[in-house]
Structures are given as structure tokens and as C-alpha cells.
């Protein structure tokens, strides 16, 4: 049974881990801490500079992983974003400027490039191939700036930094500062934004379907992703003596994503691990042994790659089972609704049982030269369950997608519950109370079956008991979505969507795929919720026994227009729909 809760102050909502850092990444993250902090006591000079510039590496590293590992966004110029935060430095100390003032300047001009660049590339949906090239752009372009702008910049000669007299402290000083910066990001990194960032990075569609705007958070990663490389820039410097415009060059971005790889993606330790080994390695045998060396890294790159793609970090996920990814254990559900929002919260629906679930009036959408939908209007009433029905290529699943913010309609009018909704980006609907399953079931397949409830859940606004017979799927740790057969994974995206708290349901053939039995059984919960819950049903579906057992209205789509709308049988017996639909004069 599906029951609905508001949450009240002091009410029992399950807690889904403590906050902050846990014993079991404080532990290690402080042990680790502590040996780099002995390292200068027992180490040779040239070993500290070594660790210093692996540092930075690491750090610059860590910076790239917030963009390509924890965003899913792969920028072949973050060199661009290191060499701001160098060239700071460098210039301050060759014309007396302020350094803060200059690292200012350039944490905000890397931000400043950052966003635009990942806007235009997540504008066009496959976000890769336009932020390749466009951060390569930006890489040959301020490469460009630096050795033009000789006066300024010593052109192709580059700038002289004078490091610190004492290498250990230089050395300690930049541990404290990627400590910091780490310990940060990885608090960021294990918050709800955590969550909210694997699911806007692993399933877009998903990630606004469930409430979270996916451009804004992968947004604001992939700033924090520049800003961090600009840290490690500007600490990079002074260790390595010189900053000339190579600094800006395809090579560094390049070895940057190739330490990345190597140590491991989405870990705090993999960038450092990989950047450390292969500076360590270059430092130490790169001279002596260069083309070998070269071989040997590009083969181990390789066995890596291969054996253990998660990097060196997560080697042990080649031995160990179950997901490969995980939800923040810190990050907790934030309920808006609470006691004090109840009355207003009541009113609410009040207010939307008199209003119309859905109003559409003179929608028109047209693909190229095809006219789909050529001016629908339909209005369904609250908790009606209707089923959408019309020849293939009638513009049902096109209609779906305009409800539900996937496309806009060239002309009409689309209201949710009385709001005007043909503006709103699809994350806004489902704060409407819009849920939406797919034809093929779209859920975080690189997480749990239980970590995907706990994301529906993080996100809703009011905690939902989901039925007992979603029990198995919400406890269950153990392996991949991918893994679930087609009947549990519908099951799954139908508990996400249950667990939003939706009062429209959009679902696009939901029984497609299904055995007679799993059919039935996904009807007979699907009737339930909406009998339940009052949540209304638009049904897209072919199966004229599942209309049957579905639905309380039948609205025929056919020639981009509704030309019935009522009850089955009267719709079965309608000359007009005999003729367009079943072929029946
Ligand atoms: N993104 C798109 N670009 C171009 N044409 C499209 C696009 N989406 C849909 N169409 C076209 O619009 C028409 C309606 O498609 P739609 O999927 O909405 O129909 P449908 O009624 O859901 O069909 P079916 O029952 O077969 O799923 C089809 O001719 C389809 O080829």
C-alpha cells in the first residue's frame, strides 16, 4: 500500500547515513596526511621537490576528475585553467603585483570561461565532442595570449619564479592547502549536491525527472572543476621554477587526463596516486631511461585501462562484487514540506482537486516539413486515468513529451494543475507533480536498485512509504540496476516516480516487454497508486485489454489532432474512430 506522509518536526524519516565524513574515509584520509607531513623529515631534498611537484599534479588532477569523473564532462584544455593560476603567480612576482589580487583575477576568469564553455556544450545534449574541442579552443587561444604578450608575459622565454628558500616548507605549505582543498571538495562531493551530481552526470533524463536541474549542477562542477585546477596552478609555479606558454599546451591536458585514468576516476585518492607515481617516475627515470620509460608507462596505461578501469585506486573493485558506484552515504533527505507548510500544503491540493490535472489547448508541433500535432486540446480532470490511443505515428509519445517538458510545443497553450507550464524546463514540472516513465525504463543502471529510491527520495518533497512490494528493491545493495531483469527495472523506475510524490503520471507504454503476468501485475499496481493516491494516469498504450482494465477515459489521437474522448465503449462504438483507428467502416 502506498501511503503518503508529511513529514512533522521530529518524525521518524529513515536517514540515509550521518552527515559529514565517516570513520572510514577520516581514517585513512588522516594517516595518509600524516606520512606526507613526515616525508620531508626522512626524505632527501630532491625526493620532497619531487613529492612537491606530484603534489600539485595531483591537486591539478583532482581538479580535472570534478569535471570528468564525478560530472561526466572530458575537457581536453584543462591545462587552460592550470595555467591561469600559474601565469597569476608568475606575474605577480615578476611586476610586484598582488598575488591575491591576481589569483582573484584568475579564479575568476577560469570560472568566467568555464561556464559559458560547458553551457555550450551541454546545450547540445551529447555535451563531449563540443567540450573537446571547445577547451582545446580556449587552450590554443590563451597560448597564443602568452607568447604574443611579451611585455607582459615574457612571451615564448616564459617567467622565472623564485620557489621558497626551504623546500620542506614550501612542501608543507602546499600539503595543508591540497588537504584543505581536498577535504573540502570531498564534503561537497558526499553532500546531497553529491548526489544530485551522480545522477545529473549518469542519467540526465533520469536526474530531471526526479527534480534536479542536471545543466545547473554539472555546471557549477565543472566551475569548481576550473577553479581547482587554478589552485593547483598557481602552487605549481613556484615549485616549478619557470611558467612559459607550453604551460597551455595539448601535451599537459593531455598527461593531466592520462594520470587521471591511471590513478582512478570518482576517488579522492586515484588523481593523487597517479599523479604522484608518474611524476615520481618521470622525475626519477624519465631522463635516463626516456623512451622506455615512455613504453612502460603507455603499457601499464594499457593493463590498467583493461584489468581495472576504475584506475589503481579502485583495483579492488576487479575482486570485489556489486555496484561499481555509490550514493553518498552522508547525503540526507531535505523535505520541503514540514508541520508548519501542512495547512499550506493542504490547501494546495485542495486548490488542484477543483483544477484540471492537465489542460492542453491548440498544441501544434511540427518535425521539419511533418505536421505531428496539429492543434490538441484535451482537458483531463483530477485523478481520471486516461489512456492515449491512436495509430503508430500519431504523436502520442511527442504529446507525452511536451506534458512532461522533454519538447516544446511550436504553438498552444500547457497548464499543470492550473499553472501555465509551457515555459518550465522539465525539472520544474516535476515540482508540479509530473512523474514520467519511459518506454524503455530509465534509471541510474551504475547504482543500486536501493541507491535509485534513496536518490527518488533524497529529491521528493514529502517522504513516501512505497508499497511492501517494492520492499525488495529498495533493500537491495547488492548489484547493478543494469543487472535487473526489464519487469524489475520498470518496477524500479516506477518506485522512483512513486517516491516523488507524483499527482500526474506520464507513462509511455508501461507494459511494453512485459510477460502476461508482469503486465498484469504493473496494471494492477498502476490502478492502485491512482485510486490510492488520486494521482492522475496519461497512458500511452496499444493494448486494447490493458485500455480496458486501465483506463476511465480513452482520447484517440489521430492526424495530429484528438477525435474522441470518453469512456471505452463509447469510443469502441464511435463511426470516427472505427474508421481512423481499427480500419472498421
Ligand atoms: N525528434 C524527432 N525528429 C523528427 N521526427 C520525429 C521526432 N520525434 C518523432 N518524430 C516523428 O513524429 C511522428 C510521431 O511520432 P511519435 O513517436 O510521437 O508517434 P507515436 O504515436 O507515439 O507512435 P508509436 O505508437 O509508433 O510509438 C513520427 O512520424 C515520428 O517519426
Redesign the pocket.
Known amino acids: 500500500m502506498l501511503v503518503i506522509t508529511q513529514v512533522r518536526h521530529g518524525a521518524a524519516v529513515p536517514r540515509t547515513g550521518g552527515r559529514g565524513l565517516r570513520l572510514n574515509v577520516a581514517v585513512p584520509f588522516v594517516l595518509i596526511l600524516v606520512l606526507l607531513a613526515a616525508a620531508p623529515f626522512g626524505l632527501s631534498t630532491f625526493a620532497v621537490a619531487t613529492l612537491t611537484l606530484g603534489l600539485c599534479n595531483g591537486l591539478f588532477a583532482y581538479g580535472l576528475d570534478l569535471s570528468w569523473g564525478r560530472a561526466g564532462l572530458l575537457s581536453v584544455g584543462h591545462a587552460s585553467f592550470f595555467g591561469l593560476g600559474a601565469y597569476a603567480v608568475a606575474l605577480s612576482q615578476e611586476h610586484g603585483w598582488p598575488p591575491a589580487a591576481l589569483l582573484a583575477l584568475a579564479l575568476l576568469t577560469s570560472v568566467g570561461i568555464a561556464v559559458p564553455v560547458v553551457r555550450i556544450g551541454l546545450a547540445s545534449g551529447v555535451p563531449d565532442a563540443p567540450l573537446i574541442l571547445l577547451t582545446i579552443g580556449v587552450s590554443l587561444l590563451l597560448q597564443h595570449a602568452a607568447t604574443s604578450l611579451t611585455d607582459l608575459t615574457g612571451g615564448t622565454n616564459g617567467l622565472s619564479i623564485g620557489g621558497s628558500d626551504t623546500v620542506s616548507m614550501y612542501y608543507l605549505t602546499l600539503l595543508v592547502v591540497a588537504a584543505t582543498v581536498a577535504l573540502t571538495s570531498v564534503t561537497v562531493v558526499r553532500s546531497r549536491f553529491g548526489a544530485r551530481l551522480i545522477a545529473a552526470s549518469r542519467n540526465p533524463e533520469r536526474a530531471a525527472q526526479t527534480g534536479i536541474d542536471p545543466v545547473r549542477v554539472r555546471t557549477a562542477a565543472f566551475a569548481a572543476s576550473a577553479a581547482v585546477s587554478t589552485v593547483a596552478g598557481a602552487l605549481y609555479a613556484p615549485a616549478a621554477g619557470l611558467v612559459s606558454p607550453q604551460i597551455f599546451g595539448l601535451g599537459l591536458s593531455t598527461s593531466v587526463l592520462v594520470w587521471l585514468a591511471l590513478g582512478g576516476r570518482n576517488s579522492t585518492l586515484g588523481p593523487f596516486l597517479g599523479a604522484i607515481l608518474i611524476t615520481a617516475g618521470g622525475q626519477m627515470l624519465g631522463s635516463t631511461w626516456q623512451g622506455w620509460y615512455v613504453l612502460g608507462l603507455a603499457a601499464l596505461f594499457v593493463l590498467v585501462v583493461q584489468v581495472a578501469p576504475a584506475g589503481l585506486a579502485g583495483i579492488s573493485q576487479v575482486w570485489t562484487r556489486g555496484p561499481a558506484l555509490k550514493l553518498p552515504p552522508a547525503a540526507a533527505p531535505r523535505h520541503r514540506k514540514t508541520d508548519a507548510d501542512t495547512e499550506e500544503g493542504d490547501t494546495e491540493e485542495d486548490d488542484a482537486e477543483e483544477t484540471a490535472a492537465l489542460s492542453l489547448q491548440g498544441i501544434r508541433k511540427s518535425?521539419?516539413p511533418?505536421d505531428?500535432l496539429r492543434g490538441v486540446d484535451l482537458t483531463i480532470g483530477n485523478g481520471r486515468c486516461v489512456c492515449l490511443i491512436?495509430p503508430?505515428?500519431?504523436?502520442?509519445?511527442?504529446l507525452l513529451g511536451i506534458v512532461a517538458g522533454q519538447l516544446t510545443a511550436d504553438t498552444g497553450e500547457v497548464r499543470i494543475f492550473g499553472v501555465a507550464a509551457g515555459g518550465l524546463p522539465v525539472h520544474d514540472r516535476v515540482r508540479l507533480g509530473v512523474g514520467r516513465m519511459f518506454q524503455i525504463p530509465s534509471v541510474l543502471t551504475e547504482l543500486s536498485p536501493a541507491d535509485n529510491t534513496r536518490l527518488a527520495r533524497l529529491i521528493a518533497p514529502r517522504h513516501i512509504e512505497l508499497p511492501a512490494e517494492y520492499d525488495d528493491l529498495a533493500r537491495d545493495d547488492t548489484g547493478e540496476a543494469k543487472a535487473l531483469p526489464l519487469a524489475d527495472r520498470r518496477r524500479l523506475e516506477l518506485a522512483m516516480v512513486l517516491a516523488g510524490a507524483p499527482r500526474l503520471m506520464l507513462l509511455d507504454e508501461p507494459a511494453a516487454g512485459l510477460g502476461p503476468d508482469d503486465a498484469r501485475a504493473l496494471i494492477r499496481e498502476l490502478k492502485d497508486v491512482s485510486r490510492r493516491t488520486g494521482c492522475t494516469l496519461l497512458v500511452?498504450e496499444?493494448d486494447m485489454a490493458i485500455v480496458r482494465e486501465l483506463a476511465d477515459d480513452v482520447v484517440v489521437l489521430h492526424d495530429g489532432r484528438v477525435i474522441a474522448h470518453g469512456p471505452m465503449d463509447e469510443i469502441a462504438a464511435d463511426p470516427a474512430v472505427r474508421e481512423a483507428y481499427l480500419g472498421v467502416h
Open positions: 518535425f521539419g511533418v505531428v491512436g503508430n505515428g500519431a504523436g502520442k509519445s511527442t500511452v496499444h
